[in-house]
């Protein structure tokens, strides 16, 4: 039998819980599934939470864990990780957009020789006005991170328990789980999913998820080629501009000697050329660039992880964090 932890991170969705769990349910005893769903609300303001503890004491293999306020859902899921007991841990979002049919598809693609399976939205059925950047921003990350994907931050997604103890999740890094299984090594595919009608609730997403959404795929990309040597990106733009400003600043020392020293040139104030200026800034920038190289590298060696950025304020019987 199949052991498998679904995560389920909740804000503001009361409505939905009671039908997702029994379609989950009703999955789980088709294929004979050894199944525990984790319920993470993640400071929702509705009843999310008492339908969560009815859910928990009514089946014994729902968990739920409660945030004391909106920490995010990068937060919900290492929470959910980190209580979930099986080998096989399953995302997937409480608006019933994500269909719990999938499960068997996710479970079979898995078995193929892979660690992660991502879900792909390939007929969305949301607005146009988030369909259309979003296939922007899904090939900009294809394009830079070097793994290709159709949809990077579909909310269902399998993964292997010993991916999800090598990548850490903060801020908004959630949407880049492939990206960052992949940079570790792991292999990643995506599955053509069934994209349902949102039932309940309005979208938690705007237009400033874009924005930040792209933030985060520059933090991605520094990660994945400088994170073990942040010296290699900051010191080699160090070096550039360093390197410029001691040029410049050597060619003015020429032309100062050739007119005060061999009186081979006219006298001119060496203070009233520009390059005097450009040269000093970029000798200046090149040194401060090399300085926080130095430092990022000094953070790199001595600090460990830093403490986790949610706070718990209750959790159901079971739902002890490992």
């Not at 052991?3 to 789980?28: G, M």
Request: proline share 4%; with cysteine; aromatic share 8%.
């Amino acid at each position: 039998m199949t052991a498998l932890s679904i995560i389920i991170p909740v804000y503001n969705e009361a409505e939905s819980l009671k039908q997702l769990h029994r379609e989950i349910r009703d999955i789980a005893v088709q294929v004979s599934l050894d199944l525990e769903m984790i319920f993470v609300d993640d400071g929702s303001r509705d009843a999310s939470w008492q339908t969560i503890q009815e859910l928990a004491a009514a089946d014994p293999q729902v968990r739920g864990i409660r945030f004391r306020r909106n920490f995010g859902k990068a937060a919900a899921l290492t929470a959910g990780f980190r209580a979930a007991q099986s080998p096989l841990l399953m995302m997937m979002d409480a608006d019933l957009q994500d269909d719990p049919a999938e499960i068997p598809q996710f479970l079979a693609k898995l078995n193929t020789g892979f660690d992660v399976v991502n879900g792909w939205k390939q007929r969305r059925l949301d607005p146009w006005h988030k369909v259309y950047p979003s296939k922007v921003f899904n090939a900009l990350v294809s394009r830079l991170t070097g793994l290709s994907l159709h949809d990077h931050n579909c909310g269902i997604k399998l993964v292997r328990r010993e991916v999800t103890g090598e990548i850490r999740l903060y801020g908004e890094l959630h949407r880049f789980i492939p990206v960052l299984a992949h940079a570790r090594g792991f292999r990643v595919t995506e599955l053509p999913v069934h994209h349902r009608v949102r039932q309940h609730g309005v979208s938690k997403y705007g237009f400033r998820r874009f924005a930040r959404g792209f933030l985060d795929l520059l933090t991605v990309s520094f990660l994945m080629s400088y994170r073990q040597r942040p010296q290699h990106m900051l010191g080699g733009v160090g070096l550039l501009f360093f390197s410029c400003g001691m040029l410049g600043l050597g060619y003015l020392a020429v032309i100062w000697v050739c007119m005060n020293v061999l009186g081979l040139l006219p006298t001119v104030p060496i203070g009233s050329r520009p390059l005097l200026a450009y040269s000093l800034a970029a000798t200046l920038l090149g040194g401060q660039a090399l300085s926080l190289g130095l430092l990022a590298e000094l953070l790199v060696h001595y600090t460990s992880h830093e403490r986790d950025a949610f706070s718990i304020a209750e959790q159901t019987a079971e739902s002890c964090l490992i």
